[in-house]
């Protein structure tokens, strides 16, 4: 049974501690946060006695096997490097870093240590989208040559995360990051992206709508588009829509999680609606079944010795597709990936 301990308890941490009760092979055995009342309300949901304002103090008393930092991105590096130090597998919240540097530098930390890193890049892990990525990889429409992945709604997302509402960068950073993900997930990796982004919503600092134009290394290309500004009814919060077409087929991952496929074979519809977990709550059990998929792959992986999906260096090619995104935004210049 592998021993972790987690690293911040904010909004999101509920959801991490639910999936990690649900999780196979693995418990939290302490936590930590500076916010004693945070660190508290955890530690009572879910009945966590070992309770530290300190990481470096709790991964020093603490006998653990990993650690799941589920704090903010100005703290990820020291937080990563910190584990590294102490022989521990890691699970990062995304963003991974504020920069390619320190994520360069957080990697080369971890494989120094000779462990596991893995970064909590969850929407490719939503069962929907693992039915679309499970489909094209099993060649259900031949070779995909182009993807449209859309994310749009104007669900008020600054309700229990109010910092998205002041970031200078938003929309890009914090979600468009997950469907550049998804399109790598689907289509292989990136050579080029072109974007542009507009702010809609005049009391936030950020942009809240973004377009993307990939240009993968297979030549094919996807569109990415995202936006919190778009009043459709009803609300379709927090679903990806898809659409792929292949060599023998066409994919669409259409909303209410309808997937439709066809190919010579026929037409195949089928709801790959995610389950409402007793824990979870709509609209948001997607994504908080997403958290308990992506943390029993990280135990499975680390157990078996096998590599995790969505390491540390499989993330950092996302991570400079949102980097790039930002530069082709305000040089209005697409940007090849192998600048940066």
């Known amino acids: 049974m592998l021993k972790g301990g987690l690293i911040g308890c904010g909004f999101f941490a509920v959801n991490h501690m639910h999936g990690?009760?649900?999780?196979?092979?693995?418990?939290?055995?302490?936590?930590?946060?500076?916010?004693?009342?945070?660190?508290?309300?955890?530690?009572?949901?879910?009945?966590?006695?070992?309770?530290?304002?300190?990481?470096?103090?709790?991964?020093?008393?603490?006998?653990?096997?990993?650690?799941?930092?589920?704090?903010?991105?100005?703290?990820?590096?020291?937080?990563?490097?910190?584990?590294?130090?102490?022989?521990?597998?890691?699970?990062?919240?995304?963003?991974?870093?504020?920069?390619?540097?320190?994520?360069?530098?957080?990697?080369?930390?971890?494989?120094?240590?000779?462990?596991?890193?893995?970064?909590?890049?969850?929407?490719?892990?939503?069962?929907?989208?693992?039915?679309?990525?499970?489909?094209?990889?099993?060649?259900?429409?031949?070779?995909?040559?182009?993807?449209?992945?859309?994310?749009r709604s104007d669900y008020d997302v600054y309700a229990n995360q109010p910092y998205l509402a002041t970031d200078p960068r938003f929309i890009i950073q914090d979600l468009g990051i997950h469907i550049l993900d998804v399109a790598r997930a689907l289509m292989g990796d990136v050579e080029r992206i072109a974007a542009t982004t507009a702010r809609i919503n005049p009391r936030i600092a950020g942009e809240d709508v973004a377009t993307m134009l990939l240009t993968h290394h297979s030549g094919m290309t996807s569109v990415v588009d995202c936006s919190y500004a778009s009043p459709r009814r009803p609300v379709t919060f927090p679903e990806t829509v898809l659409e792929i077409d292949g060599s023998t087929g066409f994919l669409r991952l259409d909303t209410g999680y309808q997937l439709l496929i066809q190919n010579s074979a026929g037409e195949v519809r089928r709801d790959v609606s995610p389950p409402l977990l007793e824990w979870a709550e709509r609209p948001w059990h997607n994504i908080q079944e997403s958290v308990a998929l992506i943390e029993q792959h990280f135990v499975d992986s680390v157990l078996s010795g096998q590599n995790v999906e969505t390491s540390g260096r499989d993330n950092f090619e996302t991570l400079k597709l949102v980097e790039a995104a930002y530069l082709s935004a305000e040089t209005g210049s697409t940007i090849d990936l192998s600048v940066l």
Not at 40 to 50: K, R
Not at 84 to 95: E, F, Y
Not at 126 to 147: D, K, L, M, W, Y
């Open 20 to 151: 990690w009760n649900m999780a196979q092979g693995a418990d939290i055995v302490a936590i930590c946060d500076r916010d004693p009342a945070r660190l508290a309300a955890i530690g009572d949901a879910f009945g966590i006695s070992a309770l530290y304002s300190d990481a470096a103090r709790m991964l020093a008393e603490q006998d653990l096997d990993f650690v799941d930092i589920a704090t903010t991105v100005p703290s990820h590096r020291s937080l990563v490097e910190l584990a590294a130090t102490n022989g521990l597998h890691v699970i990062c919240q995304k963003p991974l870093a504020d920069t390619l540097e320190d994520a360069r530098a957080m990697i080369a930390a971890v494989e120094r240590a000779g462990k596991t890193f893995m970064v909590h890049e969850n929407f490719r892990w939503q069962s929907p989208v693992r039915a679309v990525i499970e489909a094209v990889r099993g060649g259900a429409i031949g070779t995909p040559f182009f993807c449209r992945a859309s994310f």
